[in-house]
């Protein structure tokens, strides 16, 4: 597609439920990424995959996190047992691949902010 | 040590006025920069990449300084729409799998 897409771009959840995040990076982009962004804070990395190369998950928070990116496109961030701290905007980016000069650049998506009651 | 460090201002300008913002970043082996800008509530979006000799983009003009590892960018003749946050980046040569995000310098821009 013409940029990231991601879905829903708005949700929310009760305590202790499951969400799943959806992220559609730009098309021919082999390496996509997840970042978290709580109210007024910094973007924190989440989880990275390049290619078909084993993810680096070294930013998820807890077990109850997980990604998984399917046929090296779609990407799906999976919470389970939401608690009230996973509240934020879940923002995912693509670029043309981690390496190579000048495809280094992140597009982003226009996030999902996840609300848990 | 963070990686990157901004100063989170707030920084209140007057329309027309030229205003500075530097970045610190810790490791010298890092090998990309670049500037985004973020809108309230909305996703960050690339300004310009920051190259070694300095570059320029209309207004905007991004400085590296390897030697005392801070990248600047200097925006002249402030618009309202320059109002955002802006987000130094940097990208080790070491991991290019990593980004390393600043968390924010914000401009507000004042009629």
């Known amino acids: 597609g013409a940029g990231v897409s991601q879905s829903p771009s708005n949700k929310v959840t009760e305590k202790g439920k499951d969400v799943e995040l959806r992220c559609d990076p730009i098309?021919?982009?082999?390496?996509l990424y997840w970042y978290r962004q709580s109210l007024g804070q910094g973007l924190e990395f989440l989880i990275y995959f390049q290619g078909n190369s084993a993810p680096d998950k070294s930013g998820l928070p807890s077990d109850r996190f997980s990604a998984e990116r399917t046929g090296g496109s779609v990407s799906t961030l999976t919470i389970q047992r939401t608690q009230q701290e996973d509240s934020a905007v879940y923002l995912c980016?693509?670029?043309?691949?981690?390496?190579?000069?000048?495809?280094?650049?992140?597009?982003f998506g226009a996030g999902s902010r996840l609300t848990v009651l | 040590r963070k990686e990157v460090e901004q100063d989170p201002g707030p920084f209140n300008v007057p329309e027309g006025a030229t205003v500075a913002f530097n970045c610190t970043y810790s490791?010298?082996?890092?090998?990309?920069f670049f500037w985004y800008r973020q809108d309230c509530r909305k996703e960050p979006k690339l300004l310009m990449s920051v190259y070694s000799s300095g570059n320029e983009d209309g207004r905007f003009t991004a400085q590296l300084n390897r030697a005392s590892q801070y990248i600047s960018l200097l925006i002249r003749d402030s618009k309202l729409s320059d109002s955002a946050t802006y987000l130094c980046v940097v990208n080790p040569r070491y991991n290019f799998n990593k980004f390393y995000f600043g968390s924010g310098t914000k401009l507000n821009v004042k009629p």
């Open positions: 098309s021919g982009h082999t390496a």
């Open positions: 490791n010298s082996a890092s090998q990309s």
């Open positions: 980016a693509s670029s043309l691949g981690a390496g190579l000069t000048g495809a280094n650049v992140l597009t």
